[in-house]
């Protein structure tokens, strides 16, 4: 169970190094707006999958798990956006988008088992 939990973080964590790698190359005027916005809900799953795992209650793990899911989204719709206004490729989002999903998948999966135990 510790393994799942390690896997889910790092990937998130790889995530997050992705999107700071992404918007690195958005413009300087977008530096406090969507730049911001994808760095702080990238930095927000893992942040949360940690400070929920480090609360020792199931019930409150499967909150900061919801505020992941939650964040994720946002990062998701961020990205879109961010490849509508043509700042990286679009072979640069489908990649992400995947790992996104994917990590979905996976935060969906340990709630729904967190939430069997309640």
């Known amino acids: 169970k510790i393994e799942a939990l390690l896997f ?5 964590m790889a995530i997050a190094k992705q999107a700071y790698h992404l918007t690195s190359t ?3 005027d977008e530096r406090f707006g969507l730049t911001s916005q994808i760095q702080r ?3 927000s799953i ?6 929920g795992h480090n609360r020792r209650s199931t019930k409150e793990f499967l909150y900061f798990l919801r505020i992941a899911l939650g964040s994720l989204a946002e990062l998701e719709t961020q990205l879109i956006l961010a ?3 043509e700042y990286f490729d ?3 989002l489908d990649a992400i988008l995947l790992e996104t999903q994917a990590l979905g998948k996976m935060l969906y999966v340990m709630s729904k088992k967190l939430n069997e135990k309640l």
């Open 46 to 51: 893992c942040s949360n999958i940690a400070e």
């Open 90 to 92: 679009p072979k640069q």
């Open 41 to 43: 809900a990238a930095v």
């Open 26 to 28: 958005f413009p300087r």
């Open 83 to 85: 490849n509508e206004l």
């Open 8 to 12: 889910v973080s790092g990937e998130s």
